[in-house]
């Protein structure tokens, strides 16, 4: 048997057993009990209880599931009319639903553990609960979830289990639940005076000083690269009248992820909307002009804010928001320029995620059932990134994820992993034939004839927000020089040092460094405890010594030893060369 195989057996057996205990413990006729998958280092079960579970709850679980297990009851497959399975299950509310939604000649199976619990389930499962003696588990969390997902449906109770093979192997994934939150921005970030968020917006954060700091020291990176390569930044209006969307083809598909504004009209015609993409932007600025061969490509960026509708409980720090800014960039190319274009796009990609120490892969998502346009030029779109993905990997060396296109286009999305090898969604490639011909897109060939242009859509970070957070937690707020909110802080250690210190402050403004200083009259031990606090990389000390010899004394982030009597024009040098060259470790020698 596979390992992932293997797991899927023992987590989703477990969550039978987990299912089991419950019931015994809050009796059958108090119980309804609706699904229990396993997921990804575990399993959960949603219930219906007679109260709320605690904390307090959790040991009562497991000591109840090792009992069950203890037991070693044997598991009785078993194969019923759908008839026989609404008999079976006419007390559970949840289970009646799924079995009624069933074909009439549906083949429906039950498994039995011992004579007392039976659940829906195609399987597979242990043919006796001892085999699960050895799996090490914990209840790790209860929330509330709705049935099917639905805020209009039963509210349910979730109890996570996280589970494994051995009790080695989960006290290896607790230690990496510790070190995670540990790292968990929605912590480091106010800590860190990054950001803020506030119930009047909910899922649109506010940049405070040092987080804005650090979010243009990002954007100014972006911008330069994009400049080498060729892009034209632009900014659009955030609020658009419907017509436009419903050109697009949002309107239809992504109307109800849109903060949407009713006219005077009571007629859609006259609604306006917050867009939740930038492209119509860009297509705009395209058709500004007549356009030829020569202007292409036409590669036009923006970083506009950006909303997008979502429920309250999907909301998640900087991960998951309302209002955010999305690196977008929309290229306009002729169809020979495709995958020379599209290569340009990973040649960003890697450079811009290199700076980072980070990996990535591609995955190629194809034709969803609510495409549109036809289906040969989906056909030809999708083998286009295909040769262009083998070319560039190789056959073989990327993911293919069926039907999770655009409804415009196939698109390669950009997958990273991060200092915990978490994996995360980040830049996405979308070919797009659909809105040039929506908007009536032409250039003038250069045959003389007038051709359609196939649009790009293309993200490096996707959200910037998102992006940030992924990077707070990577690095645990300990930033890279050069994207530091603040990059050196200087220490008087007395008020009479403050004129030199303010000589050291201007040296270092004057090379574009970002610093801050603190010449009040009290103790230089707290100045240096705040900075350390914030992460500064650098916390300068300046006092009669280094003042008389014009240097400084420097201590580096995560070091404990001090570097002395380090000129000042070299402090300027060391912090120059980490913010030109985005250097992924400070320096931490004057030689």
Same mark, same amino acid.
């Given at each position: 048997? &596979? ?10 057996? =477990? ?27 575990? #399993?959960?079960? +949603?219930?219906?209880? !007679? ?16 009992? /069950? ?21 006419? +007390? ?5 639903? =799924? ?27 242990? &043919? ?12 790790? %969390?209860? %929330? ?23 009790? $080695?192997? #989960? ?60 892009? $034209? ?10 017509? =436009? ?31 939740? @993409? ?13 356009? %030829?061969?020569?202007?292409? !490509? ?47 796009? @990973? ?31 989906? +056909?030809?779109?999708?083998? +286009? ?30 997958? @990273? ?17 659909? #809105? ?13 004839? /007038?051709?359609? !242009? /196939? ?15 992924? #990077? ?12 530091? !909110?603040?990059? /050196?802080?200087?220490? *008087? ?32 031990? &707290? ?9 500064? *990389? ?10 008389? %010899? ?8 995560? $070091? ?32």
């Amino acid at each position: 048997m &596979e390992k992932e195989e293997f797991l899927a057996v023992y987590r989703h057996s =477990l969550a039978h057993i987990l299912a089991k205990a419950v019931i015994e413990l809050f009796g059958k006729e108090n119980v309804q009990y609706a699904i229990g998958p396993q997921i990804e280092n575990g #399993l959960y079960y +949603d219930f219906v209880l !007679p109260r709320t579970l605690n904390n307090d709850d959790y040991k009562t679980i497991e000591d109840k599931m090792h009992e /069950v297990i203890r037991r070693r009851e044997p598991w009785t497959r078993k194969v019923v009319s759908k008839a026989e399975a609404l008999e079976i299950f006419k +007390d559970q509310k949840f289970k009646t639903e =799924l079995i009624e939604e069933l074909p009439e000649d549906e083949t429906i199976t039950l498994y039995y553990t011992g004579d007392d619990y039976v659940d829906l389930c195609r399987g597979p499962h242990v &043919e006796n609960s001892q085999e699960l003696m050895n799996v090490a588990f914990e209840v790790r %969390s209860i %929330s509330g979830a709705y049935w099917r997902g639905d805020e209009n449906r039963d509210q349910l109770q979730r109890i996570y289990v996280t589970a494994f093979p051995d009790k $080695q192997q #989960l006290k290896e994934y607790k230690k990496l639940l510790r070190e995670a939150a540990e790292r968990d921005h929605k912590k480091l970030g106010p800590q860190l005076e990054l950001f803020m968020f506030d119930e009047s917006a909910p899922g649109m954060p506010y940049w405070l000083p040092r987080g804005w700091k650090m979010f243009n020291a990002l954007l100014n990176f972006w911008r330069g690269i994009h400049e080498d390569h060729g892009y $034209q930044e632009i900014s659009g209006p955030v609020l658009s009248n419907s017509k =436009l969307w419903q050109t697009s083809g949002h309107w239809g598909h992504y109307k109800e992820n849109m903060f949407i504004i009713p006219g005077v009209k009571e007629d859609e015609s006259d609604y306006y909307a917050c867009k939740p @993409m930038n492209c119509p932007n860009a297509i705009l600025v395209y058709k500004k002009h007549l356009r %030829s061969y020569r202007d292409l !490509p036409f590669r036009i960026n923006q970083v506009d804010v950006i909303h997008r509708k979502e429920k309250s409980g999907e909301l998640n720090g900087l991960f998951r928001v309302q209002m955010f800014r999305q690196d977008d960039a929309h290229i306009l190319v002729a169809e020979e320029q495709i995958a020379s274009e599209i290569k340009d796009i @990973m040649s960003i990609a890697t450079q811009i995620y290199g700076t980072f120490g980070l990996t990535y892969k591609a995955e190629l998502s194809t034709r969803p059932d609510d495409y549109m346009g036809d289906i040969k030029v989906w +056909d030809k779109a999708e083998k +286009d990134l295909k040769d262009i993905l083998d070319d560039v990997y190789g056959p073989g060396n990327y993911e293919v994820n069926e039907g999770d296109g655009a409804f415009y286009g196939p698109k390669i999305d950009l997958k @990273m992993k991060d200092a915990l090898g978490r994996e995360w969604q980040m830049g996405t490639i979308q070919l797009d034939f659909q #809105l040039p011909l929506n908007f009536d897109m032409k250039y003038a060939a250069q045959d003389g004839s /007038v051709k359609q !242009p /196939v649009m790009i859509h293309r993200a490096i970070f996707g959200s910037m927000e998102r992006f940030i957070g992924i #990077l707070i937690e990577n690095y645990k707020g300990a930033f890279p020089f050069w994207l530091s !909110p603040y990059q /050196v802080a200087v220490v *008087p250690i007395r008020p009479e040092h403050n004129d030199y210190a303010k000589k050291v402050v201007n040296a270092l403004k004057n090379a574009g460094i970002r610093v801050e200083v603190d010449y009040a009259d009290k103790n230089m031990n &707290e100045k240096i405890k705040t900075y350390k606090t914030f992460k500064d *990389p650098y916390i300068v000390v300046v006092g009669d010594q280094e003042a008389s %010899s014009d240097t400084v004394s420097i201590t580096v982030r995560g $070091q404990k030893q001090q570097l002395h009597n380090v000129p000042l024009d070299q402090l300027v040098a060391m912090c120059t060369k980490m913010d030109r060259e985005h250097l992924k470790e400070l320096i931490d020698t004057a030689e």
